[in-house]
């Protein structure tokens, strides 16, 4: 016997919500995300996954102190410049970088990286362009999920009770 082409498309319909109701039930655990702005003429792109605190213990426990970390989840995370800069008044030649973050408790380390496309984990010291030193500070409000921010003087990088913020000129 044949179906009716109303029981055929009522099938397809049911089965496409179907799909993109599950689809859009399951919240990426670290979404990507992307922090733009211009400072000082260049255009800065940051391009991250965003993890959530999820009652855990991030600085120190999570990501401890004095280890490379990947800025990020997943993906390693990219810092990206149309023009020459300086940050912290060190030399970066415009392009795009792997950055990574080696988090203290008083002083962390931002490095940027010319090995890109790669996991988030992977790392390679001697591809190292760039390291700064950078002050750790406690973050005036409670950040649940990582955050990049271009300011007007640099950008700034937000998670759970820390941050940490670099000048670029």
Request: zero cysteines; proline letters at 4%.
């Amino acid at each position: 016997m044949r179906k009716s082409i109303l029981q055929k498309f009522g099938f397809l319909a049911f089965s496409m919500m179907l799909i993109a109701f599950m689809g859009n039930a399951q919240e990426k655990a670290s979404p990507a995300k992307t922090a733009e702005g211009t400072v000082n003429g260049a255009k800065i792109t940051i391009n991250y996954s965003s993890p959530a605190v999820k009652g855990r213990t991030i600085w120190g426990d999570l990501v401890p102190y004095g280890k490379v970390w990947r800025a990020g989840a997943n993906e390693a995370t990219t810092f990206e410049t149309d023009k020459d800069i300086k940050v912290e008044g060190k030399d970066l030649p415009a392009g795009k970088y792997t950055f990574f973050i080696i988090p203290g408790e008083e002083q962390s380390t931002f490095i940027f990286n010319s090995e890109t496309g790669q996991w988030g984990t992977n790392y390679d010291e001697s591809k190292d362009v760039l390291r700064v030193q950078v002050q750790s500070q406690e973050s005036p409000t409670m950040e649940e999920r990582l955050v990049y921010e271009i300011t007007k003087s640099g950008f700034e990088v937000r998670w759970a009770d820390g941050r940490a913020q670099a000048s670029i000129k």
